[in-house]
T-cell receptor, first 118, second 110 residues
Framework: DAGVTQSPTHLIKTRGQQVTLRCSPK?????VSWYQQALGQGPQFIFQ???????QRGNFPDRFSGHQFPNYSSELNVNALLLGDSALYLC?????????????????FGPGTRLTVL | AQRVTQPEKLLSVFKGAPVELKCNYS??????LFWYVQYSRQRLQLLLR??SRESIKGFTADLNKGETSFHLKKPFAQEEDSAMYYC????????????FGTGTRLQVFP
């Protein structure tokens, strides 16, 4: 299992353009989350997808949208790109473990897509 | 406000020295606290979580609700511990939305 995979690895766009980033979750995982990590910052939660629906959203404008496919893979779309959208975009899939001690969720992160907006 | 604060951007120690990476948090409700680590050229990965009360690679972290802290400690640092460390929190009943601190880079010199 290659784990969480993301494509492309790098992308350069200009202001005003639109971009689509892709993520394949780890085998057996059905929940995908997206994070934005600006330079020198920690990852910031964008949104989460489960059963092909957006379930939670962070403090990001509507220019950020997503989609989840029946095979659990996901896309992140950003419209009308701004210079400030330049960042590393991380995808994470969730492993849920249930045992006697309760439920444990672990997020497995992909390597990220580096987006540069000029 | 929900927030994680890591006051140190960089922590440099010599091999064999004790290490403490600081993390303070602000959260209304019951949080679950995590430490994530990113080694050079590798992806972000979970190191440990407070609920499990475990030691991973010699690291431990205790949740102090009174001081709202979750500091990461290791008694004897190793060169292979050099990495970027992120403290993160989520709600106990909503562990999908992680709130991260800005990270601390740990450098362990030989």
């Amino acid at each position: 299992d290659a784990g969480v995979t993301q494509s492309p690895t790098h992308l350069i766009k200009t202001r005003g353009q639109q971009v689509t980033l892709r993520c394949s979750p780890k085998s057996g995982h059905d929940t995908v989350s997206w994070y934005q990590q600006a330079l020198g910052q920690g990852p910031q939660f964008i949104f989460q997808y489960y059963e092909e629906e957006e379930r939670q959203r962070g403090n990001f404008p509507d220019r950020f949208s997503g989609h989840q496919f029946p095979n659990y893979s996901s896309e992140l779309n950003v419209n009308a790109l701004l210079l400030g959208d330049s960042a590393l975009y991380l995808c994470a899939s969730r492993d849920r473990w249930q045992g006697l001690a309760g439920t444990r969720d672990t997020q497995y992160f992909g390597p990220g897509t580096r987006l540069t907006v000029l | 406000a929900q927030r994680v604060t890591q006051p140190e951007k960089l922590l440099s120690v010599f091999k064999g020295a004790p290490v403490e990476l600081k993390c303070n948090y602000s959260y209304s409700g019951s949080p679950e606290l995590f430490w994530y680590v990113q080694y050079s050229r590798q992806r972000l990965q979970l190191l440990l979580r407070h609920i499990s009360r475990e030691s991973i690679k010699g690291f431990t972290a205790d949740l102090n609700k009174g001081e709202t802290s979750f500091h990461l400690k290791k008694p004897f640092a190793q060169e292979e511990d050099s990495a970027m460390y992120y403290c993160a929190l989520s709600g106990v009943y909503n562990t999908d939305k992680l709130i991260f601190g800005t990270g601390t880079r740990l450098q362990v010199f030989p």
